[in-house]
Nanobody, 126 residues
Framework: QVQLVESGGGLVQAGDSLRLSCAAS????????MAWFRQAPAKEREFVAA???????YYADSVKGRFTISRDNAKNTVYLQMNSLKPEDTAVYYC????????????????????WGQGTQVTVSS
């Protein structure tokens, strides 16, 4: 497993932007897909975005065109740039690391990820 630490959450207004960061340590970061999930109160954790080890990116329909996932292998860090934020984006955002290296795609299921960060709160006011 890998240790993950998220940062960058906060309270913003609708239409604002935030950038989340997730610093990884403990195994070869560049070999694994990384993802962001989020969980709103009383809701299940849901997929937001993922990036494969080869930099292919995947997004939930609800964030496509507004969020961008990227990674910096030299810094062992994955980012989530969130633009045009909406109140419905309010949630705790979690970073996750794939359980298998060199997968051909970045999975969207929580069951494929074996390492999770502690989460960072994002609150968007209307």
């Amino acid at each position: 497993q890998v240790q993950l630490v998220e940062s960058g959450g906060g309270l913003v207004q609708a239409g604002d932007s935030l950038r989340l960061s997730c610093a990884a340590s403990g195994r070869t970061f560049s070999s694994y897909a990384m993802a962001w999930f989020r969980q709103a109160p009383a809701k299940e954790r849901e997929f937001v975005a993922a990036i494969s080890w080869s930099d292919n990116t995947y997004y939930a329909d609800s964030v496509k065109g507004r969020f961008t996932i990227s990674r910096d292998n030299a810094k062992n860090t994955v980012y989530l740039q969130m633009n045009s934020l909406k109140p419905e984006d309010t949630a705790v955002y979690y970073c996750a690391a794939d359980s298998r290296p060199y997968r051909l795609y970045a999975p969207g299921s929580i069951h494929e990820y074996d390492s999770w960060g502690q989460g960072t709160q994002v609150t968007v006011s209307s």
